[in-house]
């Protein structure tokens, strides 16, 4: 359903309620919309739910690095812990709802919305070349650009000719 709310001059409101089922291009707009808030729900709470035992691992690798010193096998697992919260703190810049506005950096955030979709691509056969230079900044929601890149590149990642191009030859 449609709504459309106009406030009239005597205080009361017109509302206009239609179904769009028959109008394709909004009612796929609609779904799409209300899958990627599910994702971003679900996303959310799956990375506040891992960080938390992210972060109780690094504070124990502390403790071993001061008891033990520095070992070659503390110092991996401290930057795979590292790693893993860095994708956290990417899938949160993303998912997070922020009407907050501030300089976000175009560049940086193509190269982690990148560096997140990377495995799907690589499922759907894609390869995917980069060559990001500077674009400077831009003055908005960082979740919000960081939604319209994830958009543009899940996009063309779906319509690419080398992913049907590679399903195709396999058969």
Do not use: W
Request: charged content about 30%; some cysteine; proline content about 1%.
């Amino acid at each position: 359903m449609e709504i459309c709310a106009y406030p009239l001059k005597d205080g009361s409101v017109l509302q206009i309620i239609r179904s769009i089922k028959n109008d394709k291009e909004k009612y796929y707009l609609f779904s799409l919309s209300q899958r990627l808030s599910s994702i971003s729900y679900l996303a959310l709470g799956v990375a506040h739910q891992i960080n938390t035992p992210l972060n109780i691992i690094y504070t124990c690798v502390q403790i071993l690095e001061k008891e033990y010193g520095e070992k070659e096998e503390i110092e991996r697992i401290k930057e795979a812990v590292c790693t893993c919260k860095d994708h956290i703190n990417k899938l949160l810049l993303m998912v997070r709802n922020s009407k907050e506005r501030s300089l976000v950096d175009i560049r940086k955030a193509v190269e982690d919305c990148l560096e997140l979709i990377k495995i799907y691509a690589e499922d759907k056969g894609v390869i995917i070349e980069r060559d990001v230079q500077e674009c400077g900044f831009v003055l908005g929601s960082e979740a919000d650009l960081r939604h319209v890149i994830t958009n543009l590149l899940v996009n063309a990642v779906d319509v690419s000719d080398i992913g049907l191009c590679k399903n195709k030859c396999q058969r």
